[in-house]
């Protein structure tokens, strides 16, 4: 169905002139022949010829244009932000239009392989009459998510004014617009530390937290050097010194992002509270949903490299893959250091993903999955842009009422609250820590 569209689409005849095609036929074989209307005779030959002539000059005029246009692309200077209008500029040749005809230029995008997400909204220049010097014209384009937006080409239809005829092709171009996600405020999310050592190991005794050291009955495994002699002067029990693991700011921080295309507002609370810890000068480590054997990232701007260039992955991303995203990053926590365990994983999950039943529970199987390893789950969630009281409708039932109650475009979703409650619900009972 999507093939018959597109040859549709790019066919030369539009629905305009089929409809004329089809009066034309009616006339000629119903009321001419039917009962000699002269009128219905000169009327549907004079439309005939009309249509004719106009098709073939339109397409004799646009294979022309066509072997002569050249266009180059100039990207945007700036950053380019999701949602947010950006500009892109083309530089025609010159070239000349016939009276009553005109040229459509719009930027095509072309993503590596399939995926639900939108596709760029590019506004269509549309060219009149000629110049005798090179042309410069804006296009505005809103991107509506993150991403390594690659440029296919320049797509191109010269066409009549009554809509009748159009021809499309086009201009083969190799370039991109990386798209970056919306700067969030400085983030007021809590320090957790992923990584425990013994207090003995810290190389620096004197600045850490808490007690330097546990006391406990003495076993000749400790050796002497561990055994408090004061205490045994005063009590006669032998006691030895015990390494009790402490909360090091100086240990890893590993952060895994489970960011789907849509959910860019909670990149971009990653990428501020991954700016924040680096103010502490700590080992940070940067996983994402999708990241599909790309390098982890280290700091806010490999982080942010890592979700713009995961994105497309992760709209793909399947109940098995989260597991194995999440596993390369303990995987490597561990080979960093063999003098530290991974104890904690700073898990970044957008609200609205939790109000779905179905990704709510597979959030709860990672965890669990994560929490049979010893390790356990801190989420960072980001708010639902609104809640319904009720469970949400199902998809057969939004469609049908799609199609006698028109949806506004920029109208925010609703999501069920009794799924993202009960998500919260059960990170109580197993004590994982929420933090929104």
């Known amino acids: 169905m999507r093939t018959l569209c597109s040859l549709l689409n790019r066919a030369p005849f539009t629905l305009q002139s089929g409809l004329l095609l089809l009066f034309c036929s009616y006339l000629l074989l119903g009321p001419v022949p039917n009962s000699s209307d002269i009128i219905s005779a000169s009327l549907a030959l004079g439309l005939l010829t009309l249509l004719t002539l106009i098709s073939l000059v339109t397409i004799i005029h646009a294979l022309r244009v066509k072997k002569r246009l050249s266009v180059e692309l100039f990207p945007p200077d700036d950053v380019v932000i999701a949602t947010k209008q950006a500009q ?127 006391i406990k009955p003495y076993h000749p495994s400790d050796g002497i050097k561990k055994i408090v002699w004061k205490a045994f002067a005063k009590s006669g029990e032998l006691l030895a010194r015990h390494p009790e693991p402490s909360m090091t700011p100086e240990g890893f921080v590993a952060i895994c992002v489970l960011a789907r295309p849509e959910d860019d507002e909670l990149c971009g609370k990653a990428l501020s509270y991954i700016t924040a810890l680096k103010e502490f000068t700590l080992d940070i480590l940067v996983g994402c949903q999708g990241h599909n054997g790309r390098p982890l990232g280290y700091d806010a701007e490999t982080g942010k490299t890592l979700l713009i260039d995961s994105v497309w992955d992760a709209a793909k991303a399947g109940r098995g893959t989260l597991q194995t995203d999440l596993q390369v990053l303990i995987d490597t926590c561990a080979s960093g250091s063999s003098q530290m365990q991974l104890r904690k994983v700073v898990v970044f999950c957008a609200g609205s993903r939790l109000a779905d039943s179905a990704e709510s529970r597979r959030i709860v199987e990672l965890a669990t999955w994560l929490d049979s390893q010893s390790i356990e789950p801190v989420f960072f969630l980001t708010q639902p842009q609104s809640l319904t009281p009720h469970p949400a409708q199902s998809r057969l039932s939004q469609k049908a009422q799609a199609i006698f109650i028109e949806r506004p475009s920029d109208t925010p979703q609703s999501y069920s609250a009794s799924h993202y409650q009960g998500f919260l619900s059960t990170c109580l009972s197993k004590q994982w820590e929420v933090f929104l």
């Open 88 to 214: 892109c500029v083309l530089r025609l040749p010159e070239f000349s239009l016939l009276p009553g005809t005109f040229l459509d230029c719009g930027i095509a995008f072309s993503h590596p392989g399939e995926t639900a997400s939108p596709k760029a909204r590019a506004s269509t220049v549309r060219l009149y009459g000629s110049t005798k010097t090179e042309r410069r014209v804006a296009v505005h384009i809103t991107f509506p998510h993150r991403g390594n937006w690659e440029i296919e080409g320049i797509d191109c239809t010269l066409g009549d004014s009554s809509g009748c005829v159009k021809l499309q092709w086009r201009i083969p171009m190799q370039s991109s617009i990386i798209v970056e996600p919306p700067i969030q405020p400085n983030t007021t999310l809590p320090l957790v530390s992923s990584t425990q050592r013994p207090g003995d190991l810290a190389p620096d005794t004197m600045h850490r937290l808490g007690d330097p050291f546990d």
